[in-house]
């Protein structure tokens, strides 16, 4: 059984900082791509990060840079380091892994999901 764990989020003022993790158990995780989505109170759910097994990453339009997405493959853990962060970022931050080791940045292409973490960004 495939289960992805993130942890990390909290409330912070803006302009801070936050790093959340996903560790994921029953899945061959250096081989597998990872991602982040995040999904904002009355919006849709969001593309934020991708991450090969190879480490090659993507990144949502909006990010501008502000947000790094890395792995452990020890630990089987996936991060999201988040700087500058704005009341817009506020959201439940996602983990999602997929079999495959290419990256990618739809939901659909993403088998497995965590149950969230929220994020809270006051003004």
């Known amino acids: 059984q495939v289960q992805l764990v993130e942890s990390g989020g909290g409330l912070v003022q803006a302009g801070g900082s936050l790093r959340l993790s996903c560790v994921v158990s029953?899945?061959?995780?250096?081989?597998?791509?990872m991602g982040w989505f995040r999904q904002a109170p009355g919006k849709e759910r969001e593309f934020v990060a991708a991450?090969?097994?190879?480490?090659?990453?993507f990144y949502g339009d909006f990010l501008k840079g502000r947000f790094t997405i890395s792995r452990d493959n020890a630990k089987s853990t996936v991060y999201l380091q988040m700087v500058g962060l704005k009341p817009e970022d506020t959201a439940d931050y996602y983990c999602a892994g997929r079999s495959s080791a290419v990256a990618a940045s739809t939901e659909r292409a993403f088998e497995y999901w965590g149950q969230g973490t929220q994020v809270t960004v006051s003004s």
């Open positions: 991450i090969s097994w190879s480490n090659i990453t």
């Open positions: 029953g899945l061959t995780f250096s081989g597998s791509a």
